[in-house]
């Protein structure tokens, strides 16, 4: 396994348990997570506050399904299940693409949707 993929597979691994700092040290020190539409963040400060979303309680239980790589991409594309403090349930599929810098993840776009949304083209 590449050392791309090996820092993506250590990031998802922390996220599982919410580790701040194994999630924090895969990553440069200028980052940018986006999830178009949704928003955008920028650095390890912003980052970090996102780990945790206030929405979510407990960790996220996640399941990479397929990991690919090419020069310095790597696409993850998996399911994710959260309790929510509503008391809803997040059951979704996301893909994730990784721009990775000297093996650390730089740039990170998600693209997450909804199992249950339902979508009506006309």
């Known amino acids: 396994m590449s050392a791309n993929k090996q820092t993506v597979n250590e990031y998802m691994e922390a996220f599982k348990v919410s580790d701040h700092e194994r999630i924090l040290a895969c990553l440069t020190d200028d980052i940018i997570w ?3 539409g949704i928003y955008q963040h920028v650095g390890k400060e912003e980052f970090d506050k996102e780990i945790e979303n ?3 309680v407990g960790s996220p239980a996640i399941q990479i399904i397929k990991l690919v790589e090419e020069n310095n991409v790597v696409i993850a594309e998996g399911a994710v299940q959260g309790n929510m403090k509503n008391g809803n349930i997040l059951n979704a599929v996301f893909c994730d693409v ?11 776009t998600s693209y ?11």
């Open 98 to 108: 990784f721009e990775m810098e000297n093996g650390k993840i730089k740039k990170l």
């Open 34 to 36: 986006e999830m178009p």
């Open 54 to 56: 206030d929405n979510f």
């Open 112 to 122: 997450l949707m909804s199992k249950s949304a339902s979508l009506k083209f006309e």
